[in-house]
């Protein structure tokens, strides 16, 4: 193999900057809701909408967005989503109301979901078959080095300068992502040989493989985020840890993430169910660890990271999977998938707040994510023999020559 075979493109640098971009955006406004809230005049409860918004927002431009763009070039594609991107934050810099400041957050929402699907699709083309995960979990990495780096200073930033502060400097990021996009990622990623309709993206749905990859997404990454979303409850309340070392206790997490992305990219390469089927176990005897020992400070610290590890090691797997079954047409199929994860998100969340409602204590959310994450294993077992009885092999996305233009 060549040193440019071997070689990561600069094109998926610039992929990485505009998920780090996209990644501090979704999860930076957690740490500065009291500062939104107190300018608007608005609840904690109504603020916090700021965050269910964008989510939801996701979803529907994961499909929605993503369907709608499907036959045209996708370099294209993704410059506009990032000026779609740079003008929701603009927005919610600017916004002098509480309805302007959520009109940022879906704009900026609508181009999340669509990036991660489409990007996701553009990164595994710009490298060799045996390197397609890697690649995708490259651009993953922004997202996660959001959580480990970005949030931290963005609150920081938004705490001393301003909460507004904050939203100007992810436009700046947003409009470097842009130059590096328009510059690194070559004009060649098209869609195929001749443009994909939509109805034949929709085709992909008739595999079942296909729906089973949105269902392992849905139930494995939604019972890491499960646990997750009350983490905070979890460390004070009953590992007994002080308010003010949590930040830096979620640093600690975040690099779980971004070792955890990186390690599951590379294994996926090798044999994406194979690492999906050990990532996925492991996670569910960490959680179930997690839930026994949480009171142990020492074994929390060594279980927080391990969660975010193999949590995020599903992430290169579980969009190399769906690729792979949706074949010739995967960008509807993808862009789906990224869907799922925030459906995920919503799941692990709902069923962890009905565990504490229940009285059954801030353990209860990481028995509920071992169980979200244990059906996910079932479900991925399931679907292999199932793959297996049927004679179905995943079809391999061609990459598009470098110098066609659609």
């Known amino acids: ?9 600069l ?57 709608a763009v499907t036959r045209f070039n996708r370099k294209h594609v993704l410059t506009g989503l990032m000026v779609l991107f740079i003008a929701g934050n603009l927005t919610s810099a600017l ?20 990036f991660f699907g489409i990007g996701a699709v553009v990164a595994a083309g710009l490298v060799a078959p045996a390197r397609r ?40 990021i947003g409009v470097v992502a842009l130059i590096g996009m328009a510059t690194l990622v070559p004009a060649g990623t098209s869609t195929a040989t001749a443009p994909v309709s ?25 019972g890491m985020f499960g646990a997750f979303t009350y983490i905070a409850y979890t460390l004070t309340k009953v590992s007994g840890f002080a308010a003010g070392t949590v930040p830096w206790l979620l640093v600690l997490f975040g690099a779980g993430l971004f070792i955890g992305n990186s ?6 390469d090798r044999s994406v169910t194979r690492t999906l089927t050990v990532v996925l176990a492991a996670l569910t005897a960490v959680l179930v660890l997690f839930a026994l020992t949480a009171s142990n400070q020492v074994l929390t610290i060594v279980s927080l990271a391990l969660m975010g590890a193999f949590g995020f090691a599903t992430v290169p797997g579980l969009q190399m999977r769906i690729m792979q079954y949706a074949g010739q047409a995967p960008t509807l199929a993808s862009g789906a998938n990224i869907a799922a994860f925030n459906v995920g998100n919503a799941l692990g969340a709902w069923v ?7 009285g059954l204590g801030y353990t209860s959310t ?13 479900v991925l077992l399931a679907a292999t023999r199932h793959a297996t009885w049927g004679g179905r092999s995943p079809v391999q996305p061609q990459p598009v020559p470098a110098g066609r233009r659609s």
Do not use: C
């Open 1 to 9: 193999m060549s040193a440019t075979t071997q070689r990561l493109p």
């Open 11 to 67: 094109g998926l640098l610039a992929l990485a900057i505009g998920g780090f971009g996209i990644g501090l955006t979704e999860f930076v406004i957690m740490g500065l809701l009291p500062e939104v809230a107190t300018d608007f005049g608005v609840t904690e409860s109504a603020a916090g909408w700021l965050i269910s918004g964008y989510a939801l927002a996701v979803s529907a431009g994961a499909i929605g967005l993503t369907a």
């Open 95 to 114: 916004a002098g109301t509480y309805s302007v400041m959520m009109a940022g957050r879906v704009v900026a929402a609508l181009s999340h979901g669509a």
């Open 133 to 172: 995960a890697a690649a995708i979990a490259m651009m993953f990495t922004g997202l996660t080095a959001a959580n480990v780096l970005g949030v931290p200073f963005g609150t920081f930033l938004g705490q001393q300068l301003g909460w507004r502060s904050t939203f100007w400097a992810i436009t700046g």
């Open 198 to 222: 939509l109805r034949h993206e929709i085709r992909a749905f008739a595999h079942p493989q296909v729906w089973f990859s949105l269902l392992i997404t849905v139930l494995g990454f939604g």
């Open 263 to 268: 390690l599951g990219g590379k294994a996926a």
């Open 352 to 358: 962890g707040g009905v565990t504490i409602g229940a």
């Open 366 to 378: 990481l028995w509920a994510g071992a169980a979200l994450s244990f059906l996910g294993l079932l």
